[in-house]
């Protein structure tokens, strides 16, 4: 299993980023995909999933801001962030978690928001 997470960066507070997460190694469009993210110091959390037919679950401190997606062609899945806020800041990891609970993690993607 590979996953190749990207797209991360400095923005401002208010601004947006799109993250993307390339995935190989697995039958991937009957995959649960995910996003987690973390703060220095703090433990890692989820940010988003998305289920084999594209049922979501966010964390509470990014509902109605952030959006995942996914391509099954593509072997794709995005993180779309709107107003993003400081306490955004973290390194975003792309996950897979398979059905006996083994979770794979690509390399994270650093996103830096200003105030």
Not at 13 to 34: E, P
Not at 59 to 80: A, C, E, H, P
């Amino acid at each position: 299993v590979q996953l190749q997470a990207s797209g991360g960066g400095l923005v401002q507070a208010g601004g947006s980023l799109r993250l993307s997460c390339a995935a190989s190694g697995m039958i991937f469009n009957r995959v649960t995909m995910g996003w987690y993210r973390q703060a220095p110091g703090k433990q890692r959390e989820l940010v988003a999933t998305i289920s084999s037919d594209s049922g979501t679950v966010y964390g509470g401190s990014v509902k109605g801001r952030f959006t995942i997606s996914r391509d099954n062609g593509r072997r794709m899945v995005y993180l779309q962030m709107n107003s993003l806020k400081p306490d955004d800041t973290a390194v975003y990891y792309c996950n897979y978690r398979t059905g006996s609970d083994l979770n794979y993690w690509g390399q994270g993607t650093l996103v830096t928001v200003s105030s």
